[in-house]
């Protein structure tokens, strides 16, 4: 069964403390990985797709990384409006191209 | 708007009650996803629509749920005879099939 794992659960970093959060996968056929992240009431907001090992990407402070098992979320110092919760997805081969998520990982960035 | 757009943002409604849940696609997104997450919990898989037809509706979680789309465009999902353990928030997602996927800002539902 298709399967994502998301860690730490939660994160408390310093302004300009560096760290990275982890996904960990299980999928039969993988399309594509997704990380989105997600504002207390709102949608998840798109990030970046990583389609193989070895892809890398980079927004302003975020890179993402894609192992054959794990991608990781690099945040090169922080700043509170990093704030939020950083959803991981996969896009399962096949015919669905439905995205099975991890529950997320809540970071926290204090001035 | 330029993304996907749904309505209502809110909805209390009792137990017992039929509730319909409204997204709008991006403009020519041919592929459309709902999704559920409930307090604490990840997103929930529910169906997926590509043009008119449902070829996954596996995550539908009882008969209750069902859903459908019109004119390759706009989904409704319907929850009858709501419980409370159905409050959560609905989320709707489209794309062109296998392309980046963007989500609405959600329908919030709690039954009381």
């Known amino acids: 069964e298709d399967q994502v794992t998301q860690s730490p659960e939660a994160l408390r970093l310093q302004e300009g403390e560096s760290s990275s959060l982890n996904c960990s996968y299980t999928v039969s056929g993988l399309r594509g990985l997704f990380w989105y992240r997600q504002d207390p009431g709102k949608g998840p907001e798109f990030l970046f797709t990583?389609?193989?090992a070895g892809e890398e990407k980079e927004k302003e402070r975020l890179k993402a990384t894609l192992t054959k098992k794990e991608s990781f979320l690099h945040i090169t110092a922080p700043k509170p409006e990093d704030s939020a919760t950083y959803l991981c997805a996969v896009q399962e081969g096949g015919a669905t191209n439905k995205l099975i998520f991890g529950t997320g990982t809540l970071l926290a960035v204090q001035p | 708007g330029a993304g996907v757009s749904q309505s209502p943002s809110n909805k209390v409604t009792e137990k017992g009650k039929d509730v319909e849940l409204r997204c709008d696609p991006i403009s020519g997104h041919t592929a459309l996803y709902w999704y559920r997450q409930s307090l604490g919990q990840g997103l929930e898989f529910l169906i997926y629509?590509?043009?008119?037809?449902?070829?996954?509706k596996s995550g539908l979680p009882s008969d209750r749920f069902s859903a459908e789309r019109t004119g390759g465009s706009v989904s409704t999902l319907t929850i009858q005879r709501t419980q409370q353990e159905d409050s959560a928030v609905y989320l709707c997602?489209?794309?062109?099939?296998?392309?980046?996927?963007?989500f609405g800002e959600g329908s919030w539902l709690t039954v009381v």
């Open positions: 997602a489209s794309s062109f099939p296998g392309n980046t996927i963007y």
């Open positions: 990583l389609y193989s």
């Open positions: 629509f590509q043009g008119n037809s449902a070829p996954d």
